[in-house]
């Protein structure tokens, strides 16, 4: 949010699931273990939509019966060993339809609230080619849509559901000691397939209806989510490089590796010819106790050349250059979608219909570590386009920023030198607020001269 969007050409750590699916596979300088993971938790908090036009319709965004205001929560975890990545995203949206009694809503009875509970899932997969100067990803997203009533006794029922899946393809080209890259994403589009309670069924009209001719609810037949191609570059000022060359604790330690592996060659070879040559049991038992000390030394001796190239690496992310100056740019093209209305239409039970036309969102984004080691700045704007006949694209500007914490092993759950960070972003444009927090990692976990 803080960067306008403008993320597909970056596309590190969780943030840059929802942006490319190569993402998972992403591994910033100071990754360097072989396995590596990524944790993200982000909440939205729109401003008070009675206030605001949220989905730029060209009114305001007040749901009908609608008492609670929308938070969008996106848990995220990303999996790396080596050159691979597996991610795992989920963005989750509740809607409060209606509260009061609802007639005919369910065998509960009369419900006493009725909630709108968007939810989609990212399962990504990608790999790092050419000493990571290429990296491809390919996803599934699945799109569900749950109807929930609730009665007083804190039962709950679906009454009617929607789900459908599509494809997400993606692509970064990052050129080793070169400060820019390019980024590109697709994803298709996605129609559901609907199910209903034996209660909820359309009527002759082909309808789907909630209620009595009073108080009627009518329910989509359908979710539809459009194509869409996303395309962008970052370019990176500073001395601090943007795409270093890959290194990894394996790749430091490998002649130490190579040495272990070779006089273990070399020691087999010993205990084959000497215990040929023994006399007697006690003395072979001799031999192995002897190649055995030897072997559990060479052990110790590869075991302290892996905290070796650890240390120096650990140390070596911590010794770079903490000012940048980082500039994204990006353009998203989403595709139309047929006989669409959009999520405050069939919140409201107003018919405004959505999605008629290819539309265009051009971004821009600024970042920089502002304070060395402690705080990073960020910055930007897009153009929203209207996805309806009544309303016209606006202009956002956005702010976002980090903050280091302190280090943390949450009881032994995480590493005893993980840094946490507080994030925080806010996107105004005009009738429209909304904003955002996050909590993760702060990388490179070490500032200069800590102890490693």
Known sequence: MGLSGAYVAIAEDVDGDLQNPAAPAMRPFFSTEYFDYWLGLGLTFPGRLASIDFFNSGSRTGFRGASDEPVFVTPALNLQWGTLG????????????????????????????????????????????????????????????????????DRTSTLFGTSGSGLELGAVWRPNLRPFRLGLAFRSPIDTQPTFSRTLLPTPEGDILLGDESNPLFLPERVSAPWDVNV?????????????????????????????????????????????????????EAVEKELSAAELQDSERLRRAFDDARRALALSSAQVERFYVLLTASMVISGPVKDGVGVESF????????????????????????WGDRLKLRGGSYLEPSRFATSHSRLHGTLGGDVRLFGWNVFGLWPDDYVWQLGGSLDVAARYFSWGVSLGGWYPRHARGESL
């Not at 795409?243 to 020691?267: G, H, K």
């Not at 919140?347 to 920089?368: K, W």
Request: charged letters at 20%.
């Open 347 to 370: 919140l409201n039970q107003v018919v405004n219909r959505s999605g008629g036309q290819i539309v265009y969102s051009p971004r821009l984004g600024v970042e920089s570590e502002v």
């Open 232 to 284: 962008g570059t970052a370019v990176q000022l500073g001395r601090r490089p943007l795409n270093p060359l890959s290194q990894t604790i394996d790749s430091v330690a490998e002649r130490a590796r190579l040495t272990f592996r070779l006089r273990q060659l070399e020691r087999d070879e010993e205990r084959e010819r000497r215990l040929a040559a023994a006399q007697s049991a006690a003395e072979r």
């Open 86 to 153: 597996i991610g795992l995203t989920l963005e989750i949206q509740n809607y409060t339809v209606q509260r009061g009694a609802i007639p005919g809503a369910m065998e509960l009875g009369a419900a006493s609230s009725l909630d709108a509970v968007l939810t989609t899932v990212h399962v990504q997969c990608a790999n790092s080619f050419f000493d990571g100067q290429l990296v491809l990803g390919a996803g599934l997203r699945y799109l569900n849509m749950d109807l929930d009533a609730a009665a007083g006794n």
